[in-house]
């Protein structure tokens, strides 16, 4: 298990908690915000103290560089308690790298560990109330960094805000969705951000998302962008593909998200003896096995969601149902289960990927 001490930022606390007035029954996914934010500014080529703040909204002008040019991204994160109240980031380190690659890609500066790391411990620490306990319950944690400077000109902004909110979460997506492979939209282009945990991927998803939701469709099966003969991701997910109870996930590469969760379902998947083949998925092969009786199931996988099963996938105009698993015989539960158990101390931390974070505030 993992530790972290440093509290080194200002704490500025709010005299009027919102916690108690909070309905635990009444929320979804994304729409309630804890009673503080921790905030950064970039100015002059270094970045300046952080700070912990009432949460609230913060002002700038439609000049802003990032609603202007798009020069944004963030993380996707937990933290989740145990019986004792005791709390857990996960595997924390992997976000910092990504949450790196994704600025440096967007010419934004890096942030650096202590803020990163702070950050994330002062504001899980200070609103530990606003952590739930109970199963399929977490406290989903977004850091960010975008853009603040008033420009115009097309060219890497010189001010940045990195900021981290929080909001109490439950299950994303509560049953098996019905998914479209798309044969013209992509999510990524090679060369392209799509590794990237880039503000415009998620906006330029909605257009194609909305439309497979007319046609009755959940989400979307991302295809690659130069033939649309190779399944990437689906929706915001990683996709995970069973076939004759070999698993098989996209390989990393520049149009594919590092996903944290799809690393964590690889581990624990081969620690099982379950074999993992990281290759590309052609949909003429999904095709096959289908026909072929050998498809087992499909699902994603994300921070948000843990793991989405799918119930259907439709290609051109043909749908084609998946079989309904029990939870013991779907990999997609099994390795699920492992993961939250780990998640939220019900199990050995055997990879290290724990991080307690202790009461110091
Ligand atoms: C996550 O799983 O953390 C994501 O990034 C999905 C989010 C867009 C809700």
């Not at 994160?77 to 924390?92: E, G, S, V």
Request: aromatic share 14%; glycine share 8%.
């Amino acid at each position: 298990m993992n530790r972290f001490y440093f509290r080194g930022m200002n704490i500025k606390k709010t005299p009027n908690s919102r916690l108690s007035g909070f309905d635990w029954d009444n929320f979804s996914f994304g729409d309630t915000f804890t009673d503080h934010m921790v905030i950064c500014e970039y100015e002059n080529g270094e970045w300046k103290e952080p700070q912990l703040l009432p949460y609230g909204p913060i002002s700038f002008t439609p000049a802003m560089m990032a609603v202007n040019y798009g020069q944004a991204c963030f993380e996707g994160m937990k933290a989740y308690k145990d019986k004792n109240d005791d709390i857990f980031l996960f595997r924390i380190d992997k976000n910092y790298d990504r949450i790196n690659k994704s600025s440096q890609r967007l010419g934004m500066p890096k942030i650096p560990k202590e803020i990163f790391y702070d950050g994330l411990y002062t504001l899980v620490d200070v609103d530990r109330g606003w952590v739930p306990y109970g199963e399929g319950l977490s406290l989903y944690l977004r850091p960010l960094i975008f853009a603040t400077e008033e420009m115009l000109k097309a060219r890497p902004a010189e001010k940045f805000l990195f900021a981290i909110v929080a909001s109490p979460a439950k299950v994303y997506y509560s049953d098996p969705v019905a998914v479209k492979i798309s044969d013209y939209y992509s999510r990524a282009a090679s060369g392209g951000v799509g590794f990237a945990k880039a503000a415009g991927n998620y906006a330029a998803s909605f257009l194609p998302t909305y439309l497979a939701q007319e046609e009755g469709y959940d989400q979307i099966i991302w295809t690659d962008d130069a033939t649309h003969e190779k399944i990437e991701e689906s929706g915001t997910m990683n996709v995970f593909v069973r076939i004759h109870d070999t698993l098989f996930t996209p390989p990393i590469s520049d149009r594919i998200l590092d996903g944290v969760t799809r690393d964590s379902f690889i581990t624990l998947a081969k620690r099982r003896g379950i074999a993992v083949r990281e290759e590309n998925i052609y949909v003429n092969d999904l095709l096959k096995a289908y026909e072929g009786g050998t498809l087992q199931e499909i699902w994603g996988v994300g921070t948000a969601v843990v793991a989405n099963s799918f119930k259907s996938f439709g290609y051109k105009d043909k749908r084609y149902p998946l079989p309904v698993l029990s939870e013991a015989d779907s990999y997609a539960s099994l390795l699920k289960k492992e993961l939250v158990d780990i998640q939220t101390n019900l199990s050995e931390d055997a990879f290290g990927w724990r991080y307690l974070v202790e009461k110091k505030c």
